[in-house]
């Protein structure tokens, strides 16, 4: 029989996160940090995936409505120091996949905790567009 997993529910700015007492990521994945530029604004991603480029994120990201976009790597515990206990939040969150999970929603926020310096290679992607009947 396993033991059960305590938690509590917080909120964070007003919105309720599950952050288990185990205060650690629990991602089965070598991980990788990006900051993506969306058309609504900038993320932060956390995902398993080896590459920016790797049909699986950009699937990933295509699933989450994210299908034009300009990401950048962030190193992983550059982002771990800089949003602490939220990024394990992140990482444990059950109702997400393991191969993609959003760090940060907040463009502001996101931006003002990197250097432009801290950015690896800039990927650019962009999903071809159906013609349209006229």
């Known amino acids: 029989m396993s033991s059960p997993v305590i938690s509590v529910i917080i909120k964070v700015e007003g ?12 991602m089965a994945c070598a991980m990788k940090c990006a900051m993506v530029f969306t058309g609504s604004g900038p993320l932060v991603v956390v995902t398993c995936y ?12 295509a699933e ?3 299908d034009k976009f300009i ?16 990024f394990n939040v992140v990482c444990e969150d059950l109702n997400e996949t393991d191969e993609l ?7 502001d926020r996101a931006l003002s905790l990197f250097e ?3 950015f690896g290679p800039a990927v650019f992607h ?5 013609p349209i009947a006229v």
Do not use: M, Q
């Open 101 to 107: 999970r959003v760090v940060d929603y907040e463009g």
């Open 116 to 118: 432009f310096s801290e």
């Open 71 to 86: 990401t950048f790597e962030l190193p992983l515990e550059a982002v771990r120091e800089r949003y602490g206990n939220h």
């Open 15 to 26: 919105n309720p996160f599950h952050w288990p007492l185990a205060g650690r990521c629990t």
């Open 50 to 61: 080896d590459s920016l480029n790797d049909p699986g994120f950009l699937r990933r990201l």
């Open 64 to 66: 989450k409505g994210i």
């Open 126 to 130: 962009e999903t071809p567009r159906r």
